[in-house]
Nanobody, 115 residues
Framework: QVQLVESGGGLVQAGGSLRLSCAASETRFSFGSMAWYRQAPGKQRELVASMTSGGTTNYADSVKGRFTISRDNAKNMVYLRMNSLKPEDTADYYC?????????WGTGTLVTVSA
C-alpha cells in the first residue's frame, strides 16, 4: 500500500511563506497527476493546485500568483511553495496522487496563518 506523507506545515504570519512537501513511500513506479488539496474548518475539501506527469499545472483562482506546485518525478515527491499567505489560507493541506485508476491521499499537514 503506497503512503503519502506531507510535511512543512506550521504557523506563519500573514504575508509569510511556507513550503509543503509530500513524499511517497514507493518510488518504483511513477504517478500520473499529483496535487494539493486543502480543507478549512467547516468547509469542503478543495483543489489548490495540480500537476500532471508532463508538467501541466492548474491552480485555484484564490492562490494563482501566490502558490507554486512542483514535483520530482524520480523521487515521487510533490511540493507546494506558498507565498503571501493570508489568514484565509488556513487549512489542513493534503497531498493527492493518481496512478492506474487509484487515488492516494496523505493524512494532511496543518497550515495556520495568523493575521
Amino acid at each position: 500500500q503506497v503512503q503519502l506523507v506531507e510535511s512543512g506545515g506550521g504557523l506563519v504570519q500573514a504575508g509569510g511563506s511556507l513550503r509543503l512537501s509530500c513524499a511517497a513511500s514507493e518510488t518504483r513506479f511513477s504517478f500520473g497527476s499529483m496535487a494539493w488539496y486543502r480543507q478549512a474548518p467547516g468547509k469542503q475539501r478543495e483543489l489548490v493546485a495540480s500537476m500532471t506527469s508532463g508538467g501541466t499545472t492548474n491552480y485555484a483562482d484564490s492562490v494563482k500568483g501566490r502558490f507554486t506546485i512542483s514535483r520530482d518525478n524520480a523521487k515521487n515527491m510533490v511540493y507546494l511553495r506558498m507565498n503571501s499567505l493570508k489568514p484565509e489560507d488556513t487549512a489542513d493541506y493534503y497531498c493527492w496522487a493518481w496512478r492506474l485508476g487509484m487515488n492516494y491521499w496523505g493524512t494532511g499537514t496543518l497550515v495556520t496563518v495568523s493575521a
